[in-house]
């Protein structure tokens, strides 16, 4: 991989850092300082260089879904993401049956194992099936079930090491036991498509969970007299909540509104892209489901959201733009955050020493122009 060397407008520690240079030794960043006359290979004018973007929260891109179950869909998906400056990603799974859950989990640990022509699958984040019926959105109902112990253990040995993330209704009978488990193996678990109560929260942050999925969106919302999910995340400082900032998913007052109570440090930019993301509207489906895209915005024949076509890139520039969320602080919620989520925040999500030298170059409108993984460029794509 040898030497590579970017001068330019480096967000490095959630500052734009003008004329520094970004030095990369073997796909590792050996130096991101100011500039002081060395010899740089690239001259970013104008833009910034950002860290490579982390999505934890995506379904399918480019035409395909984790749920296809095959390496070239995954692939595929990879192509697209990188296109947009996200250098890693949470393969992101829909309820299914036990079965069909195992296998995608086989294909993504086989995937995981070689070279990818995109961006790297870092893991993956279970979503479903252990999901309130009443807040299920666009997932299958006749697959939800209850949390045990014995499907946990079958779905983590299934994951090879690769689960990252679960999703799931901690008021579902068992979901104590099945979060505490999940903890004590190093799992991050979300409260998601939940109808849990405040007590209820109370009761799931004793314990174990630390993460909100796509805040605001199949929860209980807010209320004066039961706080509920959007309370509890809103109230518990230590907690990461996901934000799927596509202006259509959640209004830009309540995006704002939670960015003042939560700070930069504790959003995560989600997509919850399907396979639309990146194509055209369109008829596509998800989950067994026929889904229509019109204006960008996928949903299901009744009217329901069915995942987005939002890409990490224009959720920056929403926050940017519609938020008033500083450049750096915004491109955080992108990297460092999720990265962090991923549990691999010590590797990926910065530009500092001894990080993956996984980086993006954008231009004075936050658009991607050009994404590296492990100091090389990965080739843009557009089906």
């Given amino acids: 991989m040898g030497r590579l060397a970017v001068r330019g407008n480096l ?13 990369c030794e073997d796909g590792v960043i050996a130096q991101a300082g100011p500039w002081r006359g060395e010899a740089a290979d690239l001259r970013v004018a104008g833009g910034y260089v950002a860290p490579g973007y982390v999505d934890v929260h995506v379904h399918g891109a480019g035409g395909c879904d984790v749920m296809d179950a095959s390496e070239a869909a995954l692939a595929r998906i990879a192509q697209t993401l990188a296109t947009h400056g996200v250098t890693g990603f949470l ?104 109808g849990a109560t405040w007590e209820e929260m109370k009761e799931a942050a004793r314990c174990g969970v630390s993460q909100v999925t796509h805040c605001f969106n199949a929860m209980r919302g807010f209320h004066h007299r039961e706080p509920g999910v959007v309370g509890a995340a809103m109230m518990h400082g230590e907690w990461t909540v996901e934000l799927i900032a596509d202006g259509v998913h959640v209004h830009p007052g ?29 008829d596509y489906h998800l989950g067994g489901f026929a889904v229509t895209v019109r204006g960008g915005a996928a949903r299901l024949p009744d009217g329901t959201l069915a995942g987005s076509t939002l890409t990490l890139d224009r959720a920056v520039q929403h926050m940017v733009r519609l938020c008033g969320v500083p450049v750096a602080e915004a491109v955080a919620m992108a990297s460092e955050v999720p990265a962090r989520a991923a549990g691999c925040g010590h590797r990926k999500g910065r530009l500092a020493a001894g990080y993956d030298a996984d980086f993006v170059v954008l231009d004075q409108d936050l658009r991607v122009e050009r994404t590296f993984i492990a100091g090389a460029e990965v080739q843009r794509v557009d089906w």
């Avoid at 870092?122 to 209850?146: C, M, R, T």
């Avoid at 109570?261 to 509207?281: E, F, H, Q, T, W």
């Fill in 254 to 282: 309540a995006m704002a509104l939670l960015y003042r109570a939560k700070g930069a440090d504790r959003i995560a930019l989600v997509s919850d892209a399907m396979r639309a993301a990146g194509m055209p509207d369109g």
């Fill in 11 to 23: 967000i490095v520690d959630r500052e734009v850092r003008e004329d520094w240079i970004l030095i």
């Fill in 91 to 194: 393969a992101t799974t829909l309820t299914a049956d036990l079965d069909s859950l195992t296998e995608v989990l086989r294909m993504c640990r086989v995937f995981a194992r070689r070279p990818s022509p995109g961006a790297a699958l870092l893991g993956v984040h279970l979503e479903g099936p252990w999901i309130s019926p009443d807040y299920k959105g666009a997932q299958n109902p006749d697959f939800i079930v209850d949390p045990t112990l014995a499907d946990a253990r079958v779905l983590l040995w299934a994951a090879g090491g690769l689960l990252r993330i679960v999703t799931l209704a901690p008021e579902r009978p068992g979901a104590g036991a099945v979060i505490g488990y999940l903890r004590s193996r190093g799992i991050r678990v979300s409260a998601g498509h939940t």
